[in-house]
């Protein structure tokens, strides 16, 4: 990749979490006009009409129409004019760690830059008529094998579009160095696992041919938490994810992330957040 001289393996590489949030064309929502997100993640508007103010480690940046404006994952304020219109590609570039592989924030001419819409064309194309009327939390939805990896091939076009645009502009890659081999294929055994499957740390530590004991002290040293902690982390991005698609109901949200009952899931995310659920949508 030109500008991109990482001396990385497929294996590396292959630890990379690479998700589509959503993607959508259209005008902003009035309740997303004025609002500070959470970050988390990637974003890349093109702005076809009005403007908009984004303001993002103490610095502000404006974009027109005929913009492509990039920040995330840290936090941002955002505020649009009335009646903007735009193409929103949110998405996660990150290692296991949680690091995301780069973090821009700059505006670029979207006539400059044409391999950033040749690439976002047929992505938000298929979206429309696989996952017609959806704008958030495309990976809680079902797909078929075809519908999946027709997605995932454009997807990857799209990263690749969007990654050498950022990199020739100078934004830093961040490199996932030193993560022991085990914590790895652990790493990719939690990322697989539904979550109707209860979560059994004796068959992980089995799976990777260390006892309990070792695997969390490793896991700990170079990932910041436990197996469990890492799996809880997963299941709550999952649950705010589905929360902020309003028609998806609360009850159907417990259900698909393994909760016994929606009481039980209310009193975890409560836990985990200090919100209950209904809080969490109300505020986002």
């Not at 570039?93 to 830059?113: K, N």
Request: overall charge positive; aromatic content about 10%; hydrophobic content about 45%.
């Amino acid at each position: 990749m030109q500008g991109m001289e990482m001396k990385l393996t497929v294996e590396d590489w292959s630890s990379l979490r690479a998700r589509l949030l959503w993607c959508y064309q259209g005008e902003v929502a009035p309740s997303n006009r004025r609002e500070i997100t959470q970050g988390r993640r990637l974003t890349a508007w093109w702005i076809h009409a009005g403007a908009v103010t984004v303001t993002s480690r103490g610095k502000s940046l404006s974009a027109g129409e005929g913009d492509w404006i990039f920040c995330g994952p840290e936090p941002w304020e955002q505020s649009f004019t009335g009646k903007a219109r735009l193409l929103s590609i949110n998405f996660h570039l990150e290692w296991p760690s949680g690091d995301s592989l780069v973090e821009p924030f700059f505006v670029i001419p979207a006539a400059d830059h044409p391999a950033l819409a040749a690439a976002a064309k047929p992505l938000l194309a298929l979206l429309r008529r696989k996952f017609p009327g959806v704008r958030v939390d495309l990976q809680g939805l079902s797909a078929s094998p075809t519908a999946f990896f027709q997605l995932q091939q454009l997807f990857s076009a799209w990263v690749l579009a969007y990654l050498e645009t950022v990199l020739a502009l100078g934004v830093l890659p961040a490199r996932m160095t030193g993560v022991d081999p085990r914590v790895q294929a652990a790493l990719r055994l939690l990322d697989r696992q539904g979550w109707e499957v209860r979560y059994r740390e004796e068959a992980l530590a089995r799976q990777v041919g260390l006892s309990v004991g070792h695997l969390d002290r490793l896991f700990v040293h170079q990932m910041g938490t436990t197996p469990r902690g890492y799996l809880q982390k997963r299941r709550l991005e999952s649950a705010r994810a589905r929360l902020r698609e309003p028609v998806m109901a609360i009850k159907k949200v417990a259900y698909e992330l393994g909760f016994s009952s929606p009481a039980h899931f209310s009193h975890w995310f409560r836990e985990a957040t200090g919100q209950s659920p209904r809080e969490f949508r109300a505020a986002d």
